[in-house]
Nanobody, 122 residues
Framework: QVQLVESGGGLVQAGGSLRLSCAAS????????MGWFRQAPGKEREFVAA????????YYAGAVKGRFTISREIAKNMVYLQMNSLKPEDTAVYHC???????????????WGQGTQVTVSS
């Protein structure tokens, strides 16, 4: 079991960059795959990126591929989402999640952070 807390959200202009962090508690952090999801008002929760338990494999949604980078520091129980070339349509609440499987499906994740707001203005 893990607990997750996101940070790093804020307001940026289009074309800017932001790095989100997710701090995990629990000794079994390295056993979990991690994902980032986002949800905007009126929309369903959307997959953004995922990283496997060892940190050597990543997967991205087409909308963010080439702009976002997911990474993790296992020894520090941290997961990151580096977001570059931000667009107004990236505006959403971003959540990190932990699960036993490496997957873009939200249903595969059992633990969720409270979320951090990212707003991109044009």
């Amino acid at each position: 079991q893990v607990q997750l807390v996101e940070s790093g959200g804020g307001l940026v202009q289009a074309g800017g960059s932001l790095r989100l962090s997710c701090a995990a508690s629990g000794r079994l952090f390295s056993s979990y795959a991690m994902g980032w999801f986002r949800q905007a008002p009126g929309k369903e929760r959307e997959f953004v990126a995922a990283i496997n338990w060892g940190g050597e494999s990543t997967y991205y949604a087409g909308a963010v591929k080439g702009r976002f980078t997911i990474s993790r520091e296992i020894a520090k129980n941290m997961v990151y989402l580096q977001m570059n070339s931000l667009k107004p349509e990236d505006t959403a609440v971003y959540h990190c999640a932990a699960g036993l499987r490496y997957s873009p499906k939200a249903s595969e994740y059992d633990y969720w952070g409270q979320g951090t707001q990212v707003t991109v203005s044009s």
